[in-house]
């Protein structure tokens, strides 16, 4: 798995650093969309060396080459997320729990709507939505 997380890193043209795969690696083993202290929690403890400024500005980088993303909750909460496959979000509104939903046939068929509607001024890069409602169940 370093050799993969090395060259994601290495193509997004960032150095590769022990710091950032140790970051991205932590990111991609969490199961949910933690925020920039439960990232720095768990780099930490295998990593005590690296300091808070240092994963802020790691995860700056990666958001900065889209290999990471921010996602905002409704309360504030800046939470991140690994790029590895396009996908919207599910908010529950009561919570705040984020979940990923995956499918390519919305995907295409909102590009293929803004792609024709043509909006005026503007080049899309990327089509996500963040969907909000109620989970029932408590399950991540």
Known sequence: MN???YQIIKSSGLKVTPQRIAVYSTLRNMDFHPDADEIMNV????????????????????????????????????????????????????????????????????????EKENIPDFVIEDVQLHINGKFKSNKQ
Do not use: C
Request: zero cysteines; a negative charge; proline letters at 1%.
């Open 3 to 5: 050799n993969e997380i």
């Open 43 to 114: 780099v930490q403890k295998t990593n005590p060396g690296i300091s808070r400024g240092s994963i802020y500005n790691i995860l700056d980088a990666f958001v900065d080459k889209g290999i990471v993303t921010r996602v905002k909750t409704e309360k504030g909460a800046m939470l991140y997320d690994i790029v590895e496959q396009n996908h919207h979000h599910l908010f529950d509104k009561d919570s705040g729990q984020i979940r990923d939903y995956f499918d390519e046939k919305l995907t295409l068929m909102i590009r293929q709507y803004l």
